[in-house]
């Protein structure tokens, strides 16, 4: 098991490390009284997976209108819960199918390493773990018009669809663990798989409003450059040449940046 001091000057070691020998559980020491550990999510995992993707995302908000009547606020609390107990089964389902997949992957050669979700937590004095964050690092064909869908696709299916690349999604931080640059952290883990893998390049996509500004600051000041399409961008000839070049795409009407890293000159 990997293990390195952490300290002031001793993040870019850490990533280093990460992104040479992405060998997992990773664990290193943050600070004198904080040890931190870096490993692939388990079956025994999920559920609290599930929990730490409810508490940041939540359910989605319901569009309909209501008064404030008592009738009015019950039936709003009723579909609240049915949305967060449909968020919950998707990502409950969906998280499942990646770890089986990675754990077929390791018996069955024949299966692709086309799956990784990895998590990262604290370790407490007796060695309990509480996990603070999570990413996906998946083989996914580079398409700017789409996300990773929320199912993992056969190997068989991926093959018939043509070329995969590296792909980053998912990737999450508790609030009160924000700021501290465990993003880069758990990012280099799975920009290690990659590069693992025999690829020299990674994908990803972002909110390209407001609300993301300080993931899309993250991404470009660790190497990530927006994909440019002229003729896609065309679409976007009002918004100026600055957005142009931000490499913008709706997504399922939702405006997203498509970023790409070229791991060719990782140490």
Same mark, same amino acid.
């Given at each position: 098991?990997?293990?390195?001091?952490?300290?002031?000057? &001793?993040?870019?070691?850490?990533?280093?490390?990460?992104?040479?020998?992405?060998?997992?559980?990773?664990?290193?020491?943050?600070s004198h009284s904080t040890n931190i550990r870096?490993?692939?999510?388990?079956?025994?995992?999920?559920?609290?997976?599930?929990?730490?993707?409810?508490?940041?995302?939540?359910?989605?908000?319901?569009?309909?209108?209501?008064?404030?009547?008592?009738?009015?606020?019950?039936?709003? =609390?009723?579909?609240?819960?049915?949305?967060?107990?449909?968020?919950?089964?998707?990502?409950?389902?969906?998280? =499942?199918?990646?770890?089986?997949?990675?754990?077929?992957?390791?018996?069955? &050669?024949?299966?692709?390493?086309?799956?990784?979700?990895?998590?990262?937590?604290?370790?407490?004095?007796?060695?309990?773990?509480?996990?603070?964050?999570?990413?996906?690092?998946?083989?996914?064909?580079?398409?700017?018009?789409?996300?990773?869908?929320?199912?993992?696709?056969?190997?068989?299916?991926?093959?018939?669809?043509?070329?995969?690349?590296?792909?980053?999604?998912n990737v999450l931080i508790t609030n009160e663990?924000?700021?501290?640059?465990?993003?880069?952290?758990?990012? &280099?883990?799975?920009?290690?798989? &990659?590069?693992?893998?025999?690829?020299?390049?990674?994908?990803?996509?972002?909110?390209?409003?407001?609300?993301?500004?300080?993931?899309?600051?993250?991404?470009?000041?660790?190497?990530?450059?927006?994909?440019?399409?002229?003729?896609?961008?065309?679409?976007?000839?009002?918004?100026?040449?600055?957005?142009?070049?931000?490499?913008?795409?709706?997504?399922?009407?939702?405006?997203?940046?498509?970023?790409?890293?070229?791991?060719?000159?990782?140490?």
């Open positions: 098991m990997p293990s390195a001091p952490f300290g002031e000057c &001793a993040q870019a070691s850490v990533i280093n490390s990460l992104k040479a020998n992405p060998n997992l559980p990773f664990d290193f020491q943050y870096i490993r692939f999510i388990e079956k025994s995992d999920l559920n609290a997976a599930v929990q730490l993707c409810l508490r940041e995302y939540g359910s989605y908000p319901v569009s309909k209108s209501f008064n404030d009547n008592p009738i009015s606020i019950w039936v709003k =609390g009723k579909m609240n819960d049915f949305d967060n107990f449909l968020f919950s089964f998707v990502v409950l389902l969906g998280l =499942g199918q990646r770890v089986e997949r990675r754990e077929q992957s390791n018996i069955d &050669a024949s299966i692709p390493q086309d799956h990784n979700v990895i998590c990262i937590s604290e370790i407490d004095s007796e060695g309990n773990e509480r996990m603070f964050g999570m990413a996906e690092i998946s083989l996914q064909i580079p398409d700017p018009s789409k996300t990773s869908p929320p199912f993992v696709v056969p190997p068989a299916l991926k093959k018939v669809l043509g070329y995969q690349k590296p792909y980053i999604s663990y924000r700021g501290k640059g465990y993003s880069k952290l758990i990012m &280099a883990a799975c920009e290690g798989i &990659a590069i693992q893998w025999g690829f020299d390049e990674v994908y990803l996509h972002v909110d390209a409003s407001t609300s993301g500004t300080a993931a899309q600051n993250l991404y470009i000041s660790n190497g990530y450059r927006p994909v440019v399409n002229e003729q896609y961008n065309q679409n976007f000839e009002w918004m100026g040449i600055e957005s142009i070049n931000r490499g913008l795409y709706i997504v399922d009407g939702v405006a997203l940046l498509f970023l790409k890293k070229d791991l060719s000159s990782v140490e």
